[in-house]
């Protein structure tokens, strides 16, 4: 994806990306910095591309209806070894 198509829907703050995705800040913040979730950094502010946050929720999704059986997701935000983010 380039930066161009990674924009195109806008970009939010780390604390409006904690709300909308339904995590912490620490948690994002940590993936950041280990380099799983793209981010800008504008001064001292980070915002978190739309289209890249949607990205990095959607790589964690384990079960429900990822796996086609019609039932709620279930394992967002940890491995297969059930540990956290």
């Known amino acids: 994806m380039t930066s161009d198509e990674v924009l195109a829907d806008g970009a939010m703050s780390v604390p409006a990306a904690a709300e909308f995705i339904g ?3 620490t ?3 940590a ?6 979730l793209q981010f800008l950094k504008l001064g001292r502010r980070r915002v978190i591309p739309r289209r890249a ?5 959607a790589a964690g999704l384990q079960g429900g209806w990822a ?5 709620a997701v279930s394992g967002f ?4 070894q059930g540990a956290a983010r």
């Not at 796996?67 to 039932?71: C, E, I, L």
């Open 67 to 71: 796996a086609g059986d019609g039932q």
């Open 53 to 57: 946050l949607l990205a990095w929720a």
């Open 77 to 80: 935000g940890s491995d297969s």
């Open 27 to 29: 948690l994002l913040y």
């Open 23 to 25: 995590v912490g800040r």
């Open 31 to 36: 993936e950041m910095q280990a380099g799983r």
